[in-house]
């Protein structure tokens, strides 16, 4: 199963989390429709993204500074060609951008947020104005996990969902209640 056969089977199984998931689900599936470029970031009309919510034993979560866009968020991003599901894009990501080895991934999407945003340039598509439909998951670090900031990362942190920081991108809260719901 390809990249793009697998979003479009977790796409249309999944039970979405909120009425705005399911309205998000649903325009994902449109975006689908459209092939396997619409995994791509050459795809112009937007491209599918895999972000994570990392969250420790405390029941914090670890979000980072962007360094691009200078918005606190979870970790994730674009898919890559040697991803086999939207689960191991995401795990892959957080991996790339926590320095986390061991996180525990519930491959069960808990989110899917469409935004507009700035693709950097990448091999065979210049930097342009795009739409991110970014499915969202939980991951669960390992006890003591230690993070580590990467280029894509100002900085790092865990935070209590009572206490997040500012400025925050949009989207983020939303996914926080699915989250906990998961964790049981």
């Known amino acids: 199963m390809s990249l793009y056969e697998d979003a479009v089977r977790v796409l249309t199984t999944w039970n979405a989390?909120?009425?705005?998931?399911?309205?998000?689900?649903?325009?994902?599936?449109?975006?689908?429709?459209?092939?396997?470029?619409?995994?791509?970031?050459?795809?112009?009309?937007?491209?599918?993204?895999?972000?994570?919510?990392i969250v420790d034993d405390a029941g914090r979560i670890l979000l980072c500074l962007h360094g691009r866009l200078g918005l606190w968020m979870q970790l994730g991003g674009h898919c890559e060609a040697s991803d086999e599901t939207l689960a191991a894009a995401a795990l892959r990501e957080a991996t790339e951008e926590s320095g986390i080895d061991g996180l525990v991934l519930d491959p069960e999407p808990i989110d899917i947020d469409i935004h507009e945003v700035r693709c950097g340039a990448s091999e065979g598509a210049p930097a342009s104005d795009s739409v991110h439909f970014d499915v969202r998951f939980l991951l669960r670090a390992p006890a003591?996990?230690?993070?580590?900031?990467?280029?894509?990362?100002?900085?790092?942190?865990?935070?209590?969902?009572?206490?997040?920081?500012?400025?925050?991108?949009?989207g983020v809260v939303q996914q926080i209640a699915p989250a906990h719901a998961r964790l049981g």
């Open 17 to 53: 989390t909120s009425d705005a998931a399911e309205l998000n689900r649903k325009r994902t599936l449109g975006l689908l429709a459209d092939g396997p470029d619409a995994m791509t970031r050459a795809h112009r009309a937007g491209h599918v993204t895999a972000s994570s919510l």
């Open 144 to 170: 003591g996990a230690v993070e580590q900031i990467s280029e894509e990362s100002s900085e790092l942190a865990w935070f209590a969902t009572d206490a997040l920081p500012s400025p925050l991108a949009s």
